[in-house]
């Protein structure tokens, strides 16, 4: 069964840092690609940033700069983590971990996060 959990979320000023996690239930995870998806009101979901399993990175170019993507794959539960710094508003969306395995896709419940003044 596969169980992705974020946490991190929650409302930030412009200019300013938040770390999401998400922790994958098992290890036998370690060896898939994740990913960090977004999706704001009223618009489509979009990637924000990719990992894979060897550790090699991709960030949209919106994010680029100020988003890092991160992978823990050391612990028996592997943790993924979106550290963000240089907030904008137009950051603002819910923001889901993706895990996809064998062609299927996976999804965390997603975790709010709001930038504004």
């Known amino acids: 069964q596969v169980q992705l959990v974020e946490s991190g979320g929650g409302s930030v000023q412009p200019g300013g840092s938040l770390r999401l996690s998400c922790a994958a239930s098992?290890?036998?995870?370690?060896?898939?690609?994740m990913g960090w998806y977004r999706q704001a009101p009223g618009k489509q979901r979009e990637l924000v940033a990719s990992?894979?399993?060897?550790?090699?990175?991709?960030?949209a170019d919106s994010v680029k700069g100020r988003f890092t993507i991160s992978r823990d794959n050391a612990k028996i539960t592997v943790y993924l983590y979106l550290q963000m710094i240089s907030q904008k508003p137009e950051d603002t969306a819910v923001y889901c971990c993706?895990?996809?395995?064998?062609?299927?896709?996976?999804w965390g419940q997603g975790t709010q996060v709001t930038v504004s003044s």
């Open positions: 098992s290890r036998i995870f370690s060896i898939y690609g």
């Open positions: 990992i894979t399993a060897g550790g090699s990175t991709n960030c």
């Open positions: 993706n895990l996809r395995m064998v062609g299927i896709d996976y």
